[in-house]
């Protein structure tokens, strides 16, 4: 698709009843952030409830109530990758904003994942053939990560400061580029809608996490991944207080902008409905803790043993390797050392549109073989992203002499090539002959819509 130039707002999506999108950017004096209300108590959720759009209008109602919002909003929202209730809460939010707001525009935390379709984005915070528009909204932008055209410096991080949160992972002075959108002046507050759930890099999802690599430039992200991957996935995934959350919230203090979260919790019910279980609202990091205590409750399962066998039937959410990882990273605790991860996906058709030609190059390998990679392989220093998605995948093993040994040996079924399987170091099976009936015996699990939840085993 032609991508969106936040400098050519004839390129944006526009809602017909909108203002002139050329007002979109605007450089009087941002609000004080510090007048902003602390309130850690807006919100409701728990595993147990169930809000519906009548509940989430009560929640926004009270989080205005307790803001100034100043006149111009942009909403970070989520990217196709998140199954959340972003269609339902937005429109909530266009039509609960104070008079005091000229427009809202929107921002799509994609990371460096490719962009959406326009039908996609419209879809994503509510718009359909039933509502063609929302009240003040203005433009739709996509995030572009690499280009630092798009982007404005914010600060820098010390190598001894950075060394000091990650303790002692990663000391290395990082430049803290962000989405221009974001910088001083444009914008009065930022509203970050977006969900909960276990994450590989950061811990849990949500929170901080939308600014830096949701809306960030590749300084933060390559950083943030790689820690991540030395901190090892065993040791951080559905953990609260990671390196990396202590990194993400630091960095995330220099944004010029009120703040305002609205983070959610939510999961597919077995009839496939999305049920929201908390929104969580104000302050960014209490509404995340808060959203992690609920998350640690419907996300996290627990088996009784591990297997020789697990089958993932992948989420279709995940149409790429680069995120359809998630099958490893959230399965691999279950697998039983020597075992078998079998992923099958024929909705998955590529490796990664963004990072395939580096993640081609190298494969998927434990991380100290990585390792050694990174130290003596210019492309990969200067994409640690991609370096720690390669070990990530692999989950777990050693590197030693020489000799390689993955904790579980890993096959995917999907429409990417055998060749190309074999070329990443992954194995192979033709989907076509997938026989779920084959993995009906003690030693195998089946998981459908893997990757959602994290699968841990009674006990550690």
Not at 60 to 88: H, M
Not at 126 to 142: M, N, Q, V
Not at 448 to 455: F, P, Q, V
């Amino acid at each position: 698709m032609q991508t969106r130039d936040y400098r050519n707002p004839q390129s944006a999506i526009r809602n017909p009843q909108s203002e002139n999108p050329q007002s979109a950017i605007r450089n009087p004096q941002s609000s004080n952030p510090q007048s902003a209300i602390r309130n850690p108590q807006l919100g409701r959720g728990g595993p147990d409830m169930d809000l519906d759009s009548a509940a989430m209008r009560a929640v926004v109602q009270e989080t205005f109530a307790a803001y100034s919002l100043g006149r111009r909003v942009l909403a970070i929202v989520p990217d196709k990758t998140r199954d959340d209730p972003t269609d339902v809460l937005f429109p909530i939010l266009c039509k609960e904003l104070p008079p005091s707001v000229e427009r809202i525009d929107v921002l799509i935390a994609q990371g460096t994942h490719p962009p959406m379709t326009d039908a996609e984005k419209r879809a994503k915070i509510g718009l359909s053939h039933e509502r063609s528009s929302l009240p003040r909204l203005g433009i739709i932008f996509d995030h572009h990560w690499d280009d630092p055209a798009h982007l404005v410096s914010i600060g820098r991080l010390s190598a001894a400061r950075v060394r000091e949160i990650t303790g002692g992972l990663f000391a290395e002075s990082i430049d803290l580029r962000i989405n221009r959108l974001l910088g001083p002046g444009v914008y009065d507050t930022v509203f970050v809608i977006g969900g909960t759930t276990p994450h590989e890099v950061a811990g849990f999802s949500g929170g901080t996490k939308y600014f830096f690599p949701g809306v960030g430039g590749p300084d933060v992200t390559h950083a943030t991944h790689w820690v991540g991957a030395l901190a090892t996935i065993e040791h951080t995934i559905g953990r609260v207080d990671t390196p990396i959350r202590r990194l993400l919230d630091e960095v995330a203090s220099f944004v010029p902008l009120q703040v305002i979260s609205f983070n959610s919790v939510s999961n597919r019910t077995d009839e496939g409905r999305l049920r929201s279980h908390a929104l969580f609202t104000g302050d960014i990091t209490q509404a995340f803790r808060r959203a992690t205590e609920v998350s640690a409750q419907v996300h996290i399962q627990y088996m009784p043993r591990r297997f020789c066998q697990v089958v993932a039937l992948l989420d279709p959410h995940y149409d790429e390797m680069w995120t359809g990882g998630k099958a490893s990273y959230r399965l691999g605790a279950v697998i039983e050392p020597g075992g078998e991860l079998l992923i099958y996906a024929p909705h998955l058709r590529t490796v990664s549109k963004t990072h395939g030609k580096l993640i081609r190059k190298y494969g998927y390998h434990v991380l100290d073989r990585v390792r050694e990679w990174v130290e003596r392989n210019e492309d990969l220093r200067e994409n640690l992203c991609v370096a720690a998605h390669l070990t990530h995948v692999r989950y777990a093993g050693e590197w030693k002499n020489g000799i390689e040994t993955p904790r579980f040996h890993i096959t995917l079924a999907s429409q990417v090539p055998e060749s190309e399987c074999r070329q990443v170091n992954l194995g192979y099976l033709d989907p076509a002959g997938f026989d779920p009936t084959r993995y009906q015996d003690s030693d195998s699990v089946i998981v459908e819509n893997a990757g959602r939840d994290l699968y841990l085993c009674n006990g550690g």
